[in-house]
């Protein structure tokens, strides 16, 4: 007989629900089998995505200068009253921007429309996971740049989801990521945990266009270009070699793909409504095909495919005895009453086993002025005696601007 419970979920954060990973979680490294295991469910990253502007391409290694300053940007026509809307990153529109707002809006219109529509569907619950975390709502466009928020996109590294997180950097953030489940795809999770890795980029970095260069390139390679150019700002390394031309461009990506999805009128995108991202929860104690569920329930399979992205097997997982299934809104009554008729689905044997090793706990965080080293301390945690240690500090002066090792 099986056990389950009805649970009709909102838009609204769960709370407690997600909790991070400490260092002490094991990050798995995925053996030759379990590479050649293919997820037929993945479609590659959209090469719009990777792509740099023929424009700026031709413009060679020119440095960029995005800017940091918030603001109102000029429209493109020299209508400067036209875009009227505050944003809550930094946006400036310089030939960079202004390249890919180009790009955009005439070379790939029709796919970045199709992304628009996509990320409409899943907008409010960002917004609301972001509000959780204190982030500004602009960063949700951040997505449109990685993966024009397609929870089945991966790339050549290996990122899946529409935060496009790589496997390490999603365990070390709590996701689910194994044989039969790949939280990195699941809208809501990958939201909470790409919420906080930007929270603690900002932390880190103290400026979101850092932040978001750091997203890209990694905290070490942002870090060491600030090191080196002796910089402060994004704008200053983005001047120099010691970041790549992806990174450089990377951020400028942003703040163009802001300007059009907060400006869709100016520049001719259609706002027809879209189905927010809702459904209902059945909790079910056995695995079960989406398949056998479509049979049984006369949901559409496609729609089960869509609410439970996460799902690498079309399947829920053997070995979890509670797992939440979602299901369209309206449904769950019908899917109680013919649970019990669906086939419990026998998955193939298991890939070769999966090797853990213990993660790196380290990381680096950037003093800013009014930090001691008692408040670094309390804020991540840490031991005065193990955060002096760690950084060969004798006494309690830290000056702004200095690189601290922070160890869990």
């Known amino acids: 007989m099986i056990s389950f419970i009805l649970v009709v979920a ?15 979680d094991p ?29 700026l391409i031709s413009a060679g290694d020119k440095p960029e200068n995005p800017g940091e300053a918030v603001g109102q940007p000029p429209s493109l026509n020299g209508d400067t009253t036209s875009l009227a809307t ?22 790939i219109r029709s796919r970045f429309e199709q992304w628009l ?53 999603g365990k070390l953030y709590g996701l689910r990521i194994d044989h039969y489940v790949d939280e990195r795809r699941d809208p809501i999770k990958s939201t909470v945990a790409a919420a906080r890795y930007l929270r603690d980029l900002y932390d880190l970095f103290g400026t979101w266009p850092l932040a978001m260069a750091a997203y890209n390139a990694g905290e070490g390679k942002v870090m060491r270009a600030l090191h080196k150019a002796q910089a402060e700002t994004f704008s200053d390394i983005s001047k120099t070699k010691l970041i790549r031309r992806e990174t450089k461009q990377y951020v400028p ?12 009128d100016q520049y001719g995108f259609s706002q027809d409504p879209v189905e927010p991202h809702q459904f209902e929860e059945v909790v079910v104690t056995r695995a079960l095909h989406f398949r056998a569920i479509a049979n049984t329930t006369g949901i559409p399979y496609e729609e089960l495919r869509l609410l439970n992205p996460e799902l690498r097997r079309d399947a829920t997982p053997p070995d979890d005895s ?54 670094v301390s309390k804020r991540f945690r840490v031991p005065l005696k193990i ?18 090792i922070i160890t869990h």
């Open 253 to 264: 990506r942003i703040m163009a793909a802001t300007v059009i999805a907060r400006n869709p």
């Open 86 to 107: 505050s944003y809550n990153i930094p946006v400036v529109i310089d030939p960079s921007v202004q390249s890919h707002i180009h790009y955009f809006n005439t070379s």
């Open 322 to 375: 509670a797992y939440h299934l979602k299901v369209p809104i309206g449904t769950s009554a019908k899917v109680l009453q013919l649970l019990d008729r669906v086939p419990t689905y026998k998955f193939p044997p298991l890939p070769a086993r999966t090797q853990h090793v213990k993660a790196d706990s380290s990381r680096w965080y950037r003093v800013r002025v009014g930090d001691t080293l008692e408040k």
């Open 117 to 169: 529509v996509r990320l409409s569907r899943y907008r409010p619950l960002v917004e609301n996971i972001f509000a959780e975390f204190n982030l500004p709502s602009d960063l949700v466009h951040l997505s449109l740049v990685e993966s024009g928020f397609n929870p089945y996109a991966f790339s050549r590294a290996k990122a899946t989801g529409p935060w496009q997180f790589m496997k390490g950097t």
């Open 27 to 55: 990050i798995a490294i995925e053996s030759p089998q379990e590479d050649e295991d293919i997820d037929p469910n993945l479609v590659p990253l959209e090469p719009e995505l990777t792509v740099t502007p023929p424009e």
């Open 10 to 24: 909102t838009l609204i954060l769960p709370t407690g629900s997600f909790a991070q990973i400490t260092s002490a």
């Open 387 to 404: 955060l002096k240690a760690r950084n060969n500090l004798s006494g309690p002066v830290i000056k702004p601007g200095e690189f601290l």
